[in-house]
């Protein structure tokens, strides 16, 4: 009998009784949004879980990072990489500045503080960096940058819910962090996200400004935009809080029968570092490189044909995609580490509830692909 598909990851859902019993909540106060009190307490329970003070609930990160941006006026240059997710670019565009691209660090995959530094030009005003699939980057190292030239530091944090470095939230790090809580990510609200403030005062400037700039009834501030959590987003991430160590602490061990069952296949390298406390497990990414029986491509089509559906985060690079690739720093020969990484790339599955036979089937394509 043929199994069901496997893709590369499966959202968990709250117990429905819990949901319900919000969603009654929900039908007798008639407040469905605008700060309701379902979002205050997702908030403030949050806060808590993720060990910061100050949370904005957002429709989705897309939106956040572009109220990140517009928080901080940033209209001009913003250096970010061209290994991510195609929102993150796409935020800095609908946020009316222009992307410059720089590359990345061969470990972990983030932008490299050293090649950020080459990009910085008169017109730069911000860093625009990506946790990505949730491995910290160097958080030091990109703020001696931004301090030295004067520039805002905010974090594409879409994919690091719950990543902690140093016993601290990685979303304290540089000015502004956003989470994505869409249904794909570590932990969902089926579609939101969250800013992460350093202080109140900025929280309710960002609470503000994705609430049209509205003061009160009659004042309205400044040119906002709607960005607001749905009491039934709200309603979910609340019932869905109390599993979230349980769902990391499966992944960790997902994760880690991944790197022992692999490490030694020539010409493999796992991204994510085995054991390694406080990460979140979100993606499984291999780099499938010289010395591997066939190509990455070739194996992604291996693991289809048996229905498992392996993807390449991120491939192609954002600066190979129409609307970038003729910006100056877009150019091939400028980011040679993203290239290579975009090229060798696989995301295995990896999902709370991954059934351990499919988890060997994925081994034993991947151990033996041929
Ligand atoms: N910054 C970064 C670095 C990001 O990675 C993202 C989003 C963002 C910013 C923007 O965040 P949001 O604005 O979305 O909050 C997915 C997600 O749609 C996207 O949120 C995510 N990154 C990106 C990495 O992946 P697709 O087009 O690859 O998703 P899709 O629909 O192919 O889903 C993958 C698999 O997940 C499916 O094969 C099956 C499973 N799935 C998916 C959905 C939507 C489910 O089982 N249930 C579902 O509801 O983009």
């Not at 022992?260 to 499938?288: E, K, M, Q, S």
């Not at 985060?313 to 400028?334: G, N, Q, T, V």
Request: include cysteine.
């Amino acid at each position: 009998m043929t199994r069901p598909p496997v893709y590369v990851t499966r959202p968990i859902l709250p117990p429905l009784e819990d949901v319900y019993s919000l969603l009654q909540e929900i039908w007798q106060t008639r407040i469905l949004s605008n700060g309701g009190p379902i979002l205050q307490r997702f908030e403030a329970a949050l806060g808590q879980y993720l060990g910061v003070d100050h949370i904005s609930m957002v429709g989705n990160a897309s939106m956040g990072l572009v109220l990140a941006l517009r928080h901080h006026g940033i209209t001009g240059e913003v250096i970010t990489p061209a290994f991510s997710f195609v929102a993150t670019s796409h935020a800095i565009r609908w946020a009316g500045a222009e992307p410059v691209f720089a590359d990345i660090d061969p470990v972990t995959l983030n932008l490299d503080p050293v090649e950020v530094e080459k990009r910085i030009t008169g017109r730069t005003q911000a860093i625009l960096a990506v946790h990505c699939y949730g491995t910290p980057c160097d958080t030091d190292g990109l703020q001696r940058v931004a301090d030295r030239h004067g520039l805002r530091l905010i974090y594409d944090a879409a994919h690091a819910f719950g990543v902690r470095e140093n016993g601290r939230s990685i979303c304290t790090s540089g000015d502004l962090s956003v989470l994505s809580f869409h249904a794909t990510k570590v932990f969902n609200t089926f579609e939101g996200g969250a800013i992460i403030s350093p202080d109140r005062e900025t929280k309710l400037a960002i609470d503000r400004l994705g609430n049209y700039g509205i003061v009160d009834e009659t004042t309205v501030l400044e040119t906002g935009l709607n960005t607001k959590m749905s009491e039934l987003n709200a309603a979910v991430g609340l019932a869905l809080l109390p599993q979230m160590d349980s769902a990391i602490a499966t992944r960790a061990r997902l994760a880690n029968h991944y790197s022992d069952a692999l490490g030694d296949v020539p010409g493999l390298r796992a991204v994510c570092p085995p054991g390694r406390t406080g990460h979140n497990f979100y993606h499984f990414p291999i780099l499938v490189g010289d010395g591997y029986p066939i190509s990455r491509d070739a194996l992604y089509e291996r693991l289809r044909q048996d229905g498992l559906f392996a993807r390449r985060y991120f491939y192609p690079l954002i600066s190979d995609l129409p609307m970038y690739r003729d910006l100056p720093s877009a150019a091939p020969s400028m980011l040679p580490v993203a290239r290579r990484a975009a090229n060798q790339v696989l995301c295995l599955p990896i999902f709370p509830d991954l059934d351990p036979v499919d988890q060997e089937r994925i081994i034993g394509i991947v151990r033996q692909p041929c």
